[in-house]
T-cell receptor, first 112, second 113 residues
Framework: DTAVSQTPKYLVTQMGNDKSIKCEQNLGHDTMYWYKQDSKKFLKIMFSYNNKELIINETVPNRFSPKSPDKAHLNLHINSLELGDSAVYFC???????????FGQGTRLTVV | KNQVEQSPQSLIILEGKNCTLQCNYTVSPFSNLRWYKQDTGRGPVSLTIMTFSENTKSNGRYTATLDADTKQSSLHITASQLSDSASYICVVSAGAGSYQLTFGKGTKLSVIP
């Protein structure tokens, strides 16, 4: 069973479109995260939710909006996509904040 | 400003050899330090997490050390295998309720036969 699963794995879309990436974890964790990894492989945290509440919200354009319908899901919606949004987006979860994080396989987003 | 610096940026070693990766940080207040392994095209996988009071932690052939006084950590890989080829990322977590994570840029390790 996949612990942290993201869909889709690949996403190619045109500038200006709105898209969503879904994430689900079956580990029973309280905390979920979204990370962005750019072309230089540099990982950067975007958001963190703990028990469905937003805990960490780094400097991210407000075109990015996370939504957590329940503790097992944290989806990422992106409005008006730009070329610079092209990256690999990783979802992760951990039992609590500041504990070991388990990552999904990533979603490679390409904006053309 | 919180920073995590890793060295070397990349490293090539022969299969069976040992190697050590370095991580220096200036994160304050310190909560914990983590080492992750990221295979190409995959998500990072946690190797170790160390808190302030821990100065060494092992996970199989991986041994991480932490010197909280000098703010340095190392990841030692023993008897390297081809499957160790990956990027190794050092991540430092700030404490005091901030939960801020600061990532290093990683060391790309290539193990060749």
């Amino acid at each position: 069973d996949t612990a942290v699963s993201q869909t889709p794995k690949y996403l190619v879309t045109q500038m200006g479109n709105d898209k969503s990436i879904k994430c689900e974890q079956n580990l029973g964790h309280d905390t979920m995260y979204w990370y962005k990894q750019d072309s230089k492989k540099f990982l950067k945290i975007m958001f963190s939710y703990n028990n469905k509440e937003l805990i960490i919200n780094e400097t991210v354009p407000n075109r990015f909006s996370p939504k957590s319908p329940d503790k097992a899901h944290l989806n990422l919606h992106i409005n008006s996509l730009e070329l610079g949004d092209s990256a690999v987006y990783f979802c992760a979860s951990s039992r609590q904040l500041n504990t070991e994080a388990f990552f999904g396989q990533g979603t490679r987003l390409t904006v053309v | 400003k919180n920073q995590v610096e890793q060295s070397p940026q990349s490293l090539i070693i022969l299969e069976g050899k040992n190697c050590t990766l370095q991580c220096n940080y200036t994160v304050s207040p310190f909560s914990n330090l983590r080492w992750y392994k990221q295979d190409t095209g995959r998500g990072p996988v946690s190797l170790t997490i160390m808190t302030f009071s821990e100065n060494t932690k092992s996970n199989g052939r991986y041994t991480a050390t932490l010197d909280a006084d000098t703010k340095q950590s190392s990841l030692h890989i023993t008897a390297s295998q081809l499957s160790d080829s990956a990027s190794y990322i050092c991540v430092v977590s700030a404490g005091a309720g901030s939960y801020q994570l600061t990532f290093g840029k990683g060391t790309k390790l290539s193990v060749i036969p």
